[in-house]
C-alpha cells in the first residue's frame, strides 16, 4: 500500500466515524420498515443487524486495496462516494427456516423497500452451491452466483432515496445457513484458518446444513399436503348422502 | 396541496421567546402592521392555541363565529385546515385568511383546538426519525399550509405568533422560519430563558438535519435552518430620556446571555445562523409604552393608530416600530 493510499484509509476511517450516527440512524430505518411488513413477519424467523466497526472498515479497505492491486484493478473508492459504494456499513440479516419461503419473502421485501422509497442497487443476488437450490432461485426468478467457499445467502444491495445516501445490505439466509455461516465466520475471520482438518469438517458442514435446510423444506411441504388431504377427507365426510330412491307414489285408482 | 410542491419564497417569521408575557404578541402587531405600511403583504399566523393575536385583532363576535364553527369542513380557523391531518384522515384542507382592517395585512386565525394537532406533532416527530410517510407528512402541515395562503395571496412575509413554550408545535414553527427575532423582558426570568432557548433551538435544527438528510429527497420539507435576526429588549421604563438604572443593568446581562446562550452555540451549528456583531443583532428596543401599549392590544391596531395617549407617543411608536421592520428586512436579505 502506498503512502497516499494509506492517508485515504485513514480519511476515510475518519469520514465514517463522523457519519455513524447518521448511518446508525438510517439502519434504524430501514430495520423498523421490515419489522413492521405484516407480509414479511409471516417469513422472518428473526432479524439480526449491525454496523460496522471502524477498525473492521479499515481491514476492509486495506483487503479490497490489495485485491485491486493483485488483479491489476483500479481501487475506486474515494471520499465522495465512499457512503455510496462501501455497501455494507450498515447490514440487517434476515433469518427464516427453508429455502422455498424465499420467493414470498423476495417478493414481499421488494414490495416494502418500494413503498419506503428504498432504492435496489442491482439486482439481488443467491450465493449457492447447490445445484438443485440454484434451479429452484433461478426459477423464482433470482439471479445466482456459484460460491467456491461454499458460502449461501441472498444479499439485496440498496439506496436510501434521499439527500444522504447511504448502501445498505440485506442477507436472507435459513437458520441452518446461518449455523455455517457463523461457524465459518468465527474460524476465518479475520484470517482465514489454515488447520486443514477444520477447513475439511466446515465443508462437511455446508453439506450437513444444507441437507437441513432442504430436509426443512421437504417436512414442511409433508405437512402442508397432509394438512390439504385431511381438510378434503372432512370435506368428503361432511358431504350429505344421495337420497334413497323412494318407491313411486301408487296412483289411486 | 400536493406534498411535494415547492416552497413559497414569502420570508417567514416568528417573533420566539418561550418565557411569556415578554410582549410576543404587541410586538408581532405592531411590527407586520410597520412592514404592511411599507407596502408588503403580511401574513400573520396565529398559532397560540391561547388566540391572544386573534382576539386583539377580529371582534369578539367574529372570533367566536370562527371557532364555533371550526370543526366543518369549511371552517375558518387553522384547525379547519390541519384537522385531516391531525386525525390522521387526509390532506391539509384549504384556508382563507381574514383580510383585516389594516391594509396589507391578513391574518390565520388561532384555535383551541391546536393544542390537539400539537399532541398529534410529537408521535409525527418519532415517525420522521423512523422515515414514516405519515411522520414526515404531519410535521409539514402547517408548512404546506401556510405555502397555499402565501400562494393565494401573493404573500411577502409571514409571521408566526409563537405560544409561550417549547413544545413540538414551536419546533415545527421555528423550523419553518427563515429567521426569528427573540424579544427579552428586563427581568431575572427572561434571562434564564435564553438559555433553554439556545440549547432548545440547537437541538431542533440537529434532530431536523438528520431526519431530512435521510428523509424521502422530492418531499416537500422543513427548511430547518432558523437564522436568528437579532433581539429586542422591552419595555424598560425610561425616565427623562434616559434608560432607569436598574434596568440598564439588565439590559448588560441580556445582551451577555444572548451572546453566550443564543449566538455561540448556533454559530457552531452553521456561522450563516447568527451574527456575531451585537450590534447587529440589536434590532431595536420598546420602551414601555404604557397607556397606548394597553389600548393597541384592546382596540386592535398598531400602537401608531390608537385612539389614545398623545401624537407625540404616537409617533414615537411609529418611529420605533418602522426601524425594527426596516431592520428586519435588511437583516433577511
Not at chain 1, 479497505?61 to 455494507?88: C, H, M, P, V
Not at chain 2, 384537522?83 to 391594509?103: C, D, T
Request: charged share 25%; net charge neutral; aromatic share 8%.
Amino acid at each position: 500500500m502506498t503512502k497516499l493510499q494509506a492517508k485515504l484509509v485513514d480519511d476515510l476511517v475518519e469520514l465514517y466515524v463522523a457519519n455513524r450516527d447518521e448511518v446508525a440512524l438510517a439502519l434504524e430505518q430501514l430495520r423498523g420498515q421490515i419489522l413492521a411488513d405484516k407480509e414479511l413477519g409471516k417469513y422472518i424467523h428473526s432479524i439480526k443487524w449491525r454496523i460496522k466497526d471502524p477498525e473492521h472498515v479499515r481491514d476492509s479497505l486495506e483487503r479490497k486495496i490489495k485485491y485491486a492491486k493483485d488483479k491489476q484493478l483500479r481501487f475506486e473508492i474515494t471520499r465522495d462516494n465512499f457512503f455510496t459504494e462501501f455497501y455494507d456499513l450498515a447490514g440487517i440479516r434476515i433469518l427464516h427456516l427453508h429455502t422455498q419461503q424465499m420467493e414470498f419473502i423476495d417478493k414481499a421485501l421488494k414490495n416494502r423497500l418500494d413503498e419506503a422509497r428504498y432504492q435496489l442497487i442491482g439486482e439481488p443476488t443467491a450465493r449457492t452451491w447447490d445445484d438443485e437450490t440454484e434451479a429452484y432461485f433461478e426459477k423464482i426468478g433470482i439471479k445466482t452466483k456459484k460460491s467456491e467457499t461454499l458460502y449461501t445467502s441472498v444479499h439485496y444491495v440498496l439506496q436510501t432515496f434521499s439527500k444522504s445516501k447511504y448502501t445498505c445490505e440485506i442477507q436472507v439466509r435459513t437458520l441452518a445457513e446461518e449455523l455455517w455461516g457463523e461457524t465459518s465466520h468465527t474460524i476465518n475471520y479475520p484470517e482465514e484458518t489454515s488447520s486443514v482438518s477444520c477447513k475439511e469438517q466446515l465443508a462437511v458442514l455446508a453439506r450437513v446444513t444444507s441437507a437441513a435446510t432442504r430436509l426443512v423444506d421437504a417436512i414442511f411441504r409433508s405437512h402442508r399436503e397432509h394438512l390439504d388431504n385431511t381438510k378434503r377427507d372432512i370435506k368428503t365426510a361432511r358431504k350429505p348422502a344421495t337420497p334413497k330412491a323412494t318407491a313411486p307414489k301408487r296412483r289411486a285408482n | 396541496m400536493p406534498q411535494n410542491s415547492k416552497r413559497h419564497n414569502a420570508l417567514r417569521f416568528a417573533i420566539f421567546n418561550h418565557k411569556g408575557g415578554v410582549g410576543k404578541t404587541t410586538l408581532t402587531v405592531n411590527v407586520a402592521a410597520a412592514l404592511a405600511s411599507l407596502g408588503k403583504r403580511v401574513l400573520l399566523v396565529d398559532t397560540d392555541p391561547q388566540c391572544n393575536l386573534s382576539s386583539c385583532l377580529l371582534e369578539e363576535s367574529v372570533l367566536d363565529d370562527l371557532l364555533a364553527n371550526s370543526d366543518l369542513t369549511n371552517g375558518g380557523t387553522i384547525w379547519s385546515a390541519i384537522k385531516p391531518v391531525a386525525e390522521g384522515l387526509g390532506e391539509v384542507g384549504e384556508l382563507e385568511p381574514v383580510e383585516l382592517s389594516i391594509e396589507n395585512l391578513f391574518l390565520a386565525c388561532g384555535d383551541i383546538r391546536l393544542s390537539e394537532f400539537e399532541e398529534e406533532l410529537t408521535g409525527f416527530w418519532s415517525e420522521c426519525l423512523q422515515r414514516k410517510m405519515r411522520g414526515l407528512r404531519g410535521t409539514m402541515a402547517l408548512s404546506s399550509l401556510v405555502n397555499q395562503i402565501c400562494t393565494d395571496q401573493q404573500i411577502d412575509i409571514v409571521f408566526y405568533d409563537c405560544g409561550p413554550n417549547i413544545g413540538p408545535l414551536n419546533r415545527v414553527i421555528l423550523l419553518d422560519c427563515d429567521g426569528f427575532i427573540v424579544p427579552a423582558a428586563c427581568d431575572q426570568f427572561s434571562l434564564r430563558a435564553l438559555r433553554t432557548m439556545g440549547s432548545t433551538l440547537t437541538s431542533w435544527i440537529s434532530q431536523w438535519s438528520l431526519i431530512s438528510k435521510l428523509a424521502p429527497e422530492d418531499m416537500y420539507l422543513l427548511p430547518g435552518l432558523p437564522r436568528m435576526l437579532g433581539y429586542i429588549p422591552q419595555r424598560f421604563k425610561v425616565y427623562r430620556g434616559v434608560v432607569s438604572q436598574a434596568f440598564a443593568g439588565y439590559l448588560a446581562k441580556i445582551e451577555r446571555r444572548i451572546v453566550s446562550d443564543l449566538i455561540t452555540p448556533l454559530r457552531k451549528i452553521d456561522s450563516k445562523l447568527a451574527s456575531s456583531s451585537l450590534e447587529v443583532n440589536k434590532l431595536g428596543q420598546i420602551k414601555d409604552f404604557g397607556t397606548i401599549a394597553n389600548a393597541s392590544q384592546v382596540q386592535g391596531v398598531p400602537m401608531s393608530e390608537v385612539d389614545a395617549g398623545t401624537p407625540e407617543q404616537r409617533a414615537d411608536a411609529r418611529r420605533a416600530f418602522h426601524q425594527i421592520a426596516k431592520k428586519i428586512l435588511e437583516r433577511s436579505k
